[in-house]
Every structure is written in structure tokens, then in C-alpha cells.
């Protein structure tokens, strides 16, 4: 079922989110449901937070490559590189943010099963922002002084 998004505000963008410990039928649900959710907004990433749920969980769909990963551990790779990098709970806004140009995730499918997803470009740049929501991190934090200020001054007048 598609959800509503929470925007920029929400405390639950900013509340690091709890480990998944039971690999159950809600959790089937929770996935399925922030895939709908990513789908339908459209974006190439969703985390839980961003449906009000404080799980670790995200989804992504890169070069129609859909998947999800729970409880992630990133080992990032290389030395970071901007890119222009937005986000489905700051509509409209986009800003070069710097980021590890390659990353192993490992974590945990639905099932419980362990996964390692390992990508560089556009996915390593999305495993990143997702798992960034999981910690309570959204991409402008990442944003130097000049364009972190540019980016606040734009969420006012949003």
C-alpha cells in the first residue's frame, strides 16, 4: 500500500531508528509496502523513517534493479565525490553532496537471510542517503556551510 512520505519537520527524520528483530509478516508488509510507496513517487530509494516507521529497513530501485536491505553495515570505498543528490522528504531540492564513490552494505533480506550488496555510482550513492535516514542524518547535513544555508533558505520558502 502506497504511504504518505513525511516531509522535512517530522522527529521521526531525525530519530536514529531501532534494529529489525523479528523477520515476520509485518515486516513482508513494511517492505512491500515502502517499495509501493518508492514506485509510486517516484524516487530511487525509501527508507522507513520516511513512512514513519523507525526501523531499519530501506528500499531502492536503480536501473530497475529493485531491492531492500534491513539492519545495513556500510564499508564505504574511494575518496568521496559530489553529485547532485535529493531526497523524497525535501521535494523539489537538490544539491552536489559528497559521497563514497563505492560501498559493501551487508545486512539482512525479509527473510532474515544474510545479503551483501556491494555498488558504486548511482546505488552506492543511494545505500548511503538511505542509510543515512536510518541514523536520523538527512543529505543536507552532509551539505558544506555555503550550500547547507542555500538549502535551509529554500526549505523556508518551500
Avoid at 523479528?22 to 515502502?34: A, G, H, P, S
Wanted: charged letters at 30%; glycine letters at 8%; one cysteine or more.
Amino acid at each position: 500500500m502506497v504511504k504518505t512520505i513525511k516531509l522535512f519537520g517530522e522527529p521521526v527524520l531525525r530519530t536514529p531508528a531501532e534494529p529489525v528483530v523479528d523477520f515476520d509478516l509485518e515486516l513482508r508488509n513494511l517492505v512491500r509496502d515502502l517499495t509501493e510507496t518508492m514506485i509510486d513517487a517516484p524516487g530511487v530509494g525509501l527508507a522507513a523513517p520516511q513512512i514513519g516507521v523507525s526501523l531499519r529497513v530501506f528500499t531502492y530501485n536503480v536501473d530497475d534493479e529493485p531491492g531492500h536491505l534491513i539492519n545495513p553495515v556500510l564499508k564505504l570505498e574511494g575518496e568521496e565525490e559530489e553529485d547532485d543528490e535529493g531526497c523524497l522528504s525535501l521535494p523539489g531540492l537538490q544539491f552536489p553532496t559528497p559521497r563514497a564513490p563505492r560501498v559493501v552494505a551487508s545486512g539482512f533480506n525479509m527473510h532474515g537471510d544474510p545479503v551483501t550488496l556491494e555498488g558504486t555510482e548511482l546505488l552506492a550513492r543511494c545505500v548511503q542517503h538511505e542509510t543515512d535516514h536510518l541514523d536520523g542524518i538527512l543529505f543536507i547535513d552532509r551539505l558544506d556551510k555555503k550550500q547547507r544555508k542555500l538549502a535551509m533558505k529554500a526549505i523556508r520558502e518551500a
